[in-house]
Each structure stands twice: as structure tokens, then as C-alpha cells.
């Protein structure tokens, strides 16, 4: 069996990146040919400018229930992920708040090299578990805090096997000790309810390419009262939390993305969450022997699969996907050449071909019911072709 029309791409890879929007894609050209002043400037031009920035910070703080005064651009998940935790503990370090970070060792690399550095430059960095299912127990959390914790990070949703912690919870434990939260949001953000009004988070960082906006941009919600020592400088731009002259474009085509957003998200996951339980139901029809699923199914998000074959190599099973027009991945995206598993899947307790063997299959807004059975089929097809190759 063949893809039907040979020159479609049928993408299941939304969690590394999804298409830009053709709406976000008008606003971005717009902006760069008719609002393309600088938005520091004080005459018209720059004015026109200062609207639509003003204009996207706002419809970026309504989706989070923030003021939009606590809203911080950067260039994507990765910087705002950096100002949160090194910022935070280097304001905290010279404060004398403390010198301790609490994370996991389930977090993406932005927030696990960072806490990388943080350990170089001399602060103290406790990583907990997460049990088989891909959570972190409270009870852990609680346990590691100490005199000395100025901030824990841990994850929204994870990135490799969509699983959604209890950050309310865990915001919850730590406001009661004064200690400063952060969560990385950029897989949920645009997807299920963030809500920084009623949940206890002082930090959360969020990117606009995981939402169908243009690369390069995204940004850090900052309670107020937050002492961050910025890690970039120069003229005061952003509050001089993150200073450079404003990504117009991006910024303008990410507010378009959280607005489309907004209006979907009620809806929108529980449809991809049925078309991904077909996908599993179908592939597990085709599948002659033995599936695991890598993280609870219950508390996940509806767009993402992520599954081992145990006895193939899950990179061979990728190349011959894509030779079939399907673009799937192994893990996150950020870790693209890596010949080693995930450590995702290792702190699942998976072994090492185990971790290897796996796919991620996350879902988007193109995707429709013939591809789904029809990635199904090929899954199935390679699988079992590769399984008889091995043995």
C-alpha cells in the first residue's frame, strides 16, 4: 500500500514543530512590509509598531490569565526556559534566597542544561525520578526541598511522551514554603488551560512555533515582584528583563497564533485525541507482536503517541516511513544526530534497545482520519517486515 498522492506529506511530528498557519503567515508578512518600525521609536511609524506589540503581548497574557505587564518575549522556549531558571538563581544567589534548584530528570535540554551550569558554576541542583508511568510524586518533591531551594522547574508536558504533570500541586507545595515555581509550558501552552490567575506559578515559559506561528519567538510570564538577573544586555527593551530591539514579525505572528488558539481550545485536543486512539487501536490491529506505550494514557495530551517495538531499531523504522511520505520522530527534536536513547525513556525505567526502538507519533491540525489508517498500515507493514529481518 502507497500513499494515495505521492506528493503528500502526511506530518505526525507536531511536538517538534507544526506549520505555520496561512493566517499567521499574513499578519507576519504585514508586519514586515507595512508595521516595520521600531517600536521604541517615538514618531508614527514606530507607533504603528508599539500597537502590535502591545496588541500580542496582551492576546499572549488573555491566553495565560496574566497581566500583559508580566509578559517577556525572547527568541523561543529555549531562552525563556534559560531566563527562568539561571536568572532566577543568580538574582536568588546574590539576595541570599538561596542556592539550591529542584528539577527532574524528565525536563527538556533547555532546562537540563541549564541546571548543567547552574552545578558548574558552584549552586546545588537535586534531579528527582519519575515513576514508570512519567510523573513526579509529590511526596519526592517535598522530601528534596531545603533550607537553601530558591526555585523548582518541572515540566508542564513532556515533550517525548506527553504526559501532564500536577503543576497546581506542585506550585501549591512550593508556595507554601516560599518557593519560587517555574514550569515549562511550551507543549501546552495553546493547547489545554493555562490559567496563571488561579494556578500557584511564578515562572512559565511558552514558544510560538508549537502553535502554528513562525519560528524564533517566544516568551516568559514573570509574577510580579520576581527578581530575574537578565542574561542579555543593551538598550532596556522588554523591561530590561530581555533587552534587543522587538522580533516584530514574530511577535505579531505569534499574538495571531494564541488568538486562533484561543478560539480551539475547548475543542481541539479532544478531537486529536480520538483520532490518536484510532491510531493506536489501528496500529495495534496491525502489529503482530509486542507494543508498549511509553507513558500514562490517562493524563496525557490528546496529540501525542509515543511507542517502543521491541526487537527493531526505531530510527530504521523512521527512514522507511518517510520514504512512504509519513514524517515521524524518535524524541525531541532538540536532540536530533544523537545515536543515544531518550533519556526520556530511560527514566521511565526502559533498557537501552527498548528506548531505541521507539517512535513519537504526535498528531496536528491537518491530519485526518484516511492518514491515520493509513500510517496505521505502514507501521504495521515495516514492523513486522523489520521484526523478520532481526530474527
Avoid at 522556549?77 to 531558571?85: F, P
Avoid at 520576581?226 to 530591539?245: A, F, L, S, W
Avoid at 509519513?326 to 545515536?339: F, K, L, Y
Amino acid at each position: 500500500m502507497k500513499n494515495k498522492d505521492s506528493k503528500k506529506l502526511i506530518y505526525m511530528d507536531h511536538s517538534a514543530t507544526t506549520p505555520v498557519d496561512p493566517r499567521v503567515a499574513e499578519i507576519v508578512s504585514r508586519t514586515m512590509l507595512e508595521q516595520w518600525g521600531n517600536p521604541s521609536s517615538r514618531y508614527a511609524k514606530g507607533n504603528e509598531a508599539k500597537l502590535v506589540l502591545d496588541g500580542a503581548r496582551q492576546q499572549v497574557a488573555g491566553l495565560l490569565g496574566a497581566d500583559p505587564g508580566a509578559i517577556f518575549f525572547t527568541s523561543g522556549g529555549t531562552e525563556a526556559d534559560n531566563m527562568a531558571v539561571i536568572g532566577t538563581m543568580m538574582a536568588a544567589k546574590k539576595s541570599g534566597k538561596g542556592n539550591h534548584l529542584i528539577t527532574s530528570d524528565f525536563e527538556h535540554s533547555a532546562i537540563s542544561k541549564s541546571a548543567q551550569f547552574l552545578e558548574e558554576q558552584g549552586f546545588r541542583v537535586t534531579k528527582l525520578p519519575v515513576n514508570p508511568e512519567g510523573f513526579v510524586e509529590p511526596d519526592r518533591l517535598i522530601e528534596a526541598i531545603r533550607d537553601d531551594t530558591a526555585l523548582v522547574n518541572l515540566m508542564h508536558v513532556n515533550n517525548e511522551i506527553g504526559t501532564i504533570q500536577p503543576i497546581s500541586e506542585f506550585g501549591a507545595i512550593c508556595r507554601e514554603r516560599g518557593i519560587l515555581f517555574h514550569t515549562d509550558a511550551v507543549q501546552s501552552f495553546g493547547k489545554i488551560p493555562l490559567d496563571v490567575s488561579t494556578m500557584p506559578l511564578d515562572l512559565v515559559s511558552v514558544s510560538s512555533h508549537k502553535i502554528y506561528g513562525p519560528k524564533g519567538i517566544g516568551a516568559l510570564y514573570i509574577r510580579e515582584g520576581i527578581e530575574i538577573e537578565p542574561r542579555v544586555y543593551g538598550g532596556g527593551q522588554e523591561d530590561k528583563v530581555r533587552t534587543g530591539t522587538e522580533n516584530m514579525p514574530g511577535i505579531a505572528g505569534f499574538g495571531e497564533a494564541v488568538r486562533i488558539c484561543n478560539e480551539l481550545i475547548s475543542t481541539e485536543q479532544i478531537e486529536l485525541a480520538e483520532l490518536r486512539n484510532l491510531l493506536l487501536e489501528s496500529i495495534t490491529e496491525s502489529v503482530k507482536d509486542d507494543i508498549l506505550i511509553n507513558g500514562s494514557m490517562e493524563s496525557r495530551l490528546g496529540a501525542n503517541l509515543n511507542l517502543s517495538f521491541p526487537g527493531i531499531e526505531g530510527e530504521s523504522l523512521l527512514l522507511s516511513l518517510d520514504i512512504d511520505g509519513i514524517a515521524a520522530s524518535s524524541g525531541s527534536a532538540c536532540s536530533s544526530g544523537s545515536t543515544e536513547p531518550s533519556p526520556v525513556l530511560l527514566a521511565l525505567g526502559l533498557d537501552k534497545e527498548t528506548a531505541q526502538s521507539s517512535i513519537r507519533l504526535t498528531l496536528g491540525r491537518s491530519n485526518t482520519r484516511e492518514d491515520i489508517l493509513f500510517v496505521a498500515e505502514r507501521i504495521g507493514y515495516h514492523v513486522n517486515r523489520l521484526r523478520e529481518f532481526a530474527f
